[in-house]
């Protein structure tokens, strides 16, 4: 898939479809919640994670609904840092901290290149030291990543509504 084709599919507007009207229900920790989300020509999946057995992680992530396999874009706001692989890009051999972001169109590096969420680049309004509330974080990944509905939606986390990070 093209860089460009990747970046639309990222912009395209879509209405994200949950099971009950207007509510986002999270995933408690352990467990993991994938969302349909539609625009006029294309399907994604929206998936939000509470994976991790020693350290706890929380990953959300855009998918192509026409290939699983294809992340478009994730935001690990809670884990390990990334090491970037090396290459010519600015974040080349870098360590990232977490939270940071991985969006699919970097050129030969697809998915594996992580970005600090106040990059530029990564199109979040977030900062490291904004990621304390689960739902501001997920109305501007929402936002990131176009879910036109995404005001409309009530947010229900299970896991309180700050991280302990």
């Not at 990621?131 to 229900?156: G, K, M, P, T, W």
């Amino acid at each position: 898939m093209s860089n460009k084709t990747i970046q639309q599919m990222i912009d395209d507007l879509k209405k994200l479809i949950t099971d009950k009207p207007n509510l986002l229900e999270l995933p408690e920790h352990g467990n993991k919640l994938y969302y349909n989300a539609k625009s006029s020509s294309e399907k994604y999946f929206v998936d939000f994670a509470r994976n991790g057995h020693r350290v706890k992680k929380l990953t959300l992530q855009l998918r192509s609904g026409s290939d699983k396999s294809q992340v478009l874009l994730r935001l690990d706001v809670i884990g390990p840092e990334h090491h970037n692989p090396r290459g010519n890009y600015q974040y080349s051999d870098t360590i990232i901290e977490t939270p940071h972001i991985h969006i699919a169109s970097y050129s030969l590096y697809g998915i594996k290149v992580a970005l600090p969420i106040d990059a530029p680049e990564s199109g979040l309004r977030l900062t490291k030291y904004d990621v304390i509330c689960v739902q501001n974080i997920v109305y501007d990944f929402l936002e990131r990543i176009n879910i036109a509905n995404r005001n409309q939606l009530s947010i229900c986390d299970p896991e309180e509504t700050s991280l302990d990070i």
